[in-house]
């Protein structure tokens, strides 16, 4: 599901925005690309400490929209790209997951887990 250029991206440094809403009222927040952990069956990993109206929301409603890209990675015409990511959230607290998650970023409290249904590029 998650292809080269996607994985290419998210290995270099950039913005990530998480958009979840929740009684018709979106919400941003943000990471960086290199918190992002890409699992072999697609799903992407990123610790959490903060994103409690990210997780209020995903408790409501577990659609999630991710954006991130990379000014260093060839896009379609020039240097830069970006994709956009749609799928499903969760938050995780225990478990194999969890605990690789909690060796690598030692300050999360939680792992936000999100099942890839798309992942379009889009510059």
Not at 22 to 48: C, F, K, M, Q
Not at 49 to 76: P, R
Not at 99 to 110: A, C, G, P, Q, V
Request: aromatic share 6%; proline share 1%.
């Amino acid at each position: 599901m998650l292809n080269e250029k996607l994985l290419d991206v998210i290995s270099h440094e950039g913005v990530v925005a998480l958009v979840t809403c929740s009684d018709n009222e979106s919400h941003v927040a943000n990471t960086w690309n290199s918190y992002i952990n890409a699992t072999e069956d697609g799903r992407l990993l990123i610790p959490a400490t903060g994103m409690i109206k990210t997780q209020k929301n995903i408790e409501q409603n577990d659609k999630i929209k991710v954006t991130l890209g990379s000014k260093e990675v060839m896009g379609y015409r020039s240097l830069g790209t970006g994709f956009l990511i749609e799928g499903t959230a969760k938050f995780v607290k225990s478990g194999a997951d969890f605990d690789m998650m909690k060796e690598k970023f030692s300050f999360l409290n939680r792992v936000l887990e999100i099942t890839v249904i798309s992942a379009k590029q889009t510059l």
